[in-house]
C-alpha cells in the first residue's frame, strides 16, 4: 500500500462504494497506526444517539472508545436543560454479527469493555445531547466538577448565539453538526439567535417568531438532518416562518440564500419609487415645453434613470430658503435615438434626449419659472435617503453616488 495509491469509486447518491472505502481506512489504520493504538482504561465514551426503546424507555446509542463501563455505574452527561447525572439501569449490545440500529433482540450484559457500541438505558435521558461525551463518576471524582466540564461543549456553542436577539434559529442533530453548522454560518456572516438539538417541534418555531417583527428576512429556521415535526410545520405555514430541512450543510446554505435573494427582489420592488439615485444635469437644448416636456440633458455628475423625478431649485429671494420646482418624472431616455434605462456622467458626449411626464397640472412652465440656466437634479428627499440606505438598495449605491447626495443635501435643505 505504501507503493500504490488506492482509488476507491463511490456514489453519493446510491451509497455504493462507501462499504469499500470504509474497509480501506480501517486496513489503512491497523497497518500504518497499530503501534500508536493504545487502550487505556479511564473512560471515554461518545453519545451517538437519543432513542425511546420499547420496554426501557429512554435510551442512548454510546461508542465506548477506552474503559469499562459497569451496569450501577453513576455517569454524566451534557443535557440541552442542563447536565444529567444518573446511574446505568442496562447494558445492551446487539446479538453477534448485528448492528446496533438494526432492531432486535439485545444482550444484557453486566459489564462491557472497549471498544465498541452499547446501548446504555438510565433514568431522565430525554434531553442527553447527541455528540457529547460521557464520563463515569469514580470513587475519587468530584460529581459537580464532572458536571461542569460535560457542558462547556453546549456553553462554548452558545457563545456564538448573537447577543443583538437578531438571527436565524439552528437546529441540528448532534452537537458535532451543530458545531459544523454554527463554524459554516458565521464563515457566511449569517447571525444565529437561537440554537437547538433534535428534532423540531412548535416551541422551536416559536422562537423564529420572535423575528417577524424585528427582521422578516431573519424568520428562519435552517434545520440540519433532523425530523421536523407535523404539528412545528402546520404552525410555521400559518406563522409564515420559512424551515429549511437538508443533510448538507452546502444545500441549507444555497437554500437560504436564494430565499434571501427572492425577499430582497420583493422589498426592493415594493420601494422602487422611493429609491432616487442621485445626477445633476445641464440643459443642453430644449425640445419640447410641454405635454410631454422633452430636454436634451448633459449628465454633469451621477446617473439619470427612467423613474426619477426631475427638478429644478431656485432660491426663494425673500425666504432665502430653496424653491423646489418639479419639471417631472423620466418616462424614456435617448442618446442618438437609442433608448437607455440609464445614462451615466462620461457614458456619451452626444447628450441625452430626456422626456418627462408630470401628472399634476401644476408643472412649470419653461422660459418663464425656470431655463437653460438653472441645473437639472434629481429630487431627493430624506426619505429617499433613508430607501437607499436599505440593505435591498445599499449594494447598488457607489461611493460617488453616496458623496454627491452629501453635495446635495445643501441644496434641498436636508438635515
Same mark, same amino acid.
Given at each position: 500500500m505504501s507503493k500504490y495509491v488506492s482509488i476507491v469509486p463511490t456514489s453519493a447518491v446510491t451509497g455504493e462504494g462507501v462499504p469499500d472505502l470504509l474497509w480501506l481506512l480501517l486496513e489503512l489504520t491497523q497497518k500504518r497506526m497499530s503501534k500508536q493504538l493504545m487502550y487505556l482504561s479511564k473512560v471515554e465514551a461518545t453519545i451517538l444517539e437519543v432513542k425511546v426503546v420499547e420496554g426501557f424507555g429512554y435510551t442512548i446509542d454510546v461508542v465506548l472508545s477506552n474503559g469499562i463501563l459497569r451496569e450501577g455505574d453513576?455517569?454524566?452527561?451534557?443535557?440541552?436543560?442542563?447536565?444529567?447525572? &444518573?446511574?446505568?439501569?442496562?447494558? +445492551?449490545?446487539? $446479538?453477534?454479527?448485528? =448492528?446496533?440500529?438494526?432492531?432486535?433482540?439485545?444482550?444484557?450484559?453486566k459489564e462491557v469493555k472497549a471498544a465498541?457500541?452499547? @446501548? /446504555?438505558? *438510565?433514568?431522565?435521558?430525554?434531553?442527553?445531547?447527541?455528540?457529547?461525551?460521557?464520563?463515569? %463518576?469514580? =470513587?475519587?471524582?468530584?460529581?459537580?466538577?464532572?458536571?461542569?466540564? %460535560? !457542558?462547556?461543549?453546549?456553553?462554548? +456553542?452558545?457563545?456564538?448565539?448573537?447577543?443583538?436577539?437578531?438571527?436565524?434559529?439552528?437546529? *441540528?442533530?448532534?452537537?458535532?453538526?451543530? =458545531?459544523?453548522?454554527?463554524?459554516?454560518?458565521?464563515? !457566511?456572516?449569517?447571525? %444565529?439567535?437561537?440554537?437547538?438539538?433534535? $428534532?423540531?417541534?412548535?416551541?422551536?418555531? !416559536?422562537k423564529a417568531c420572535t423575528m417577524l417583527e424585528k427582521a422578516p428576512e431573519l424568520a428562519v429556521m435552517l434545520c440540519f438532518d433532523v425530523k421536523v415535526d407535523r404539528e412545528a410545520e402546520q404552525y410555521a405555514e400559518e406563522q409564515n416562518i420559512k424551515i429549511f430541512n437538508a443533510d448538507i450543510i452546502y444545500h441549507l446554505f444555497d437554500a437560504f440564500t436564494a430565499y434571501q435573494a427572492k425577499l430582497m427582489e420583493i422589498r426592493?420592488?415594493?420601494?422602487?419609487?422611493?429609491? %432616487?439615485?442621485?445626477?445633476?444635469? @445641464?440643459? /443642453?437644448? #430644449? /425640445?419640447?415645453?410641454?405635454?410631454? !416636456?422633452?430636454?436634451?440633458?448633459?449628465?454633469?455628475?451621477? &446617473?439619470?434613470? #427612467?423613474? &426619477?423625478? /426631475?427638478?429644478?431649485?431656485? &432660491?426663494?429671494?425673500?425666504? @432665502?430658503? $430653496?424653491?423646489v420646482l418639479l419639471l417631472g418624472t423620466v418616462v424614456s431616455l435617448e442618446v442618438t435615438h437609442k433608448p437607455f434605462d440609464s445614462v451615466k456622467k462620461g457614458q456619451t458626449s452626444a447628450g441625452v434626449a430626456m422626456r418627462l411626464e408630470n401628472p399634476s397640472s401644476s408643472q412649470p412652465t419653461w422660459g418663464r419659472h425656470v431655463d437653460e440656466s438653472d441645473n437639472l437634479y434629481s429630487l431627493i428627499t430624506r426619505k429617499s435617503i433613508d430607501t437607499l440606505k436599505d440593505p435591498a438598495f445599499r449594494d447598488s449605491v457607489s461611493r460617488d453616488d453616496w458623496l454627491l447626495i452629501k453635495k446635495l443635501k445643501p441644496v434641498f435643505d436636508i438635515k
Open positions: 453513576r455517569v454524566v452527561l451534557c443535557g440541552l436543560n442542563g447536565p444529567i447525572a &444518573t446511574n446505568i439501569r442496562a447494558l +445492551l449490545t446487539p $446479538p453477534p454479527s448485528r =448492528e446496533l440500529r438494526v432492531k432486535s433482540e439485545y444482550v444484557h450484559l465498541l457500541g452499547v @446501548k /446504555i438505558a *438510565a433514568n431522565d435521558l430525554e434531553k442527553a445531547v447527541a455528540g457529547s461525551r460521557l464520563l463515569v %463518576v469514580g =470513587e475519587d471524582d468530584d460529581e459537580d466538577d464532572l458536571m461542569d466540564e %460535560v !457542558m462547556d461543549d453546549l456553553t462554548g +456553542l452558545l457563545d456564538t448565539v448573537d447577543k443583538s436577539g437578531k438571527g436565524v434559529v439552528v437546529q *441540528a442533530s448532534t452537537l458535532g453538526s451543530l =458545531e459544523a453548522l454554527l463554524d459554516f454560518l458565521k464563515d !457566511m456572516k449569517i447571525p %444565529v439567535m437561537s440554537i437547538g438539538l433534535g $428534532p423540531v417541534y412548535k416551541r422551536d418555531v !416559536m426592493r420592488k415594493e420601494f422602487m419609487e422611493y429609491a %432616487v439615485f442621485p445626477c445633476v444635469l @445641464k440643459t /443642453i437644448q #430644449i /425640445i419640447n415645453k410641454r405635454n410631454p !416636456m422633452i430636454i436634451g440633458v448633459d449628465v454633469v455628475e451621477g &446617473t439619470v434613470k #427612467i423613474g &426619477t423625478p /426631475i427638478c429644478a431649485v431656485r &432660491t426663494d429671494p425673500v425666504t @432665502k430658503q $430653496p424653491n
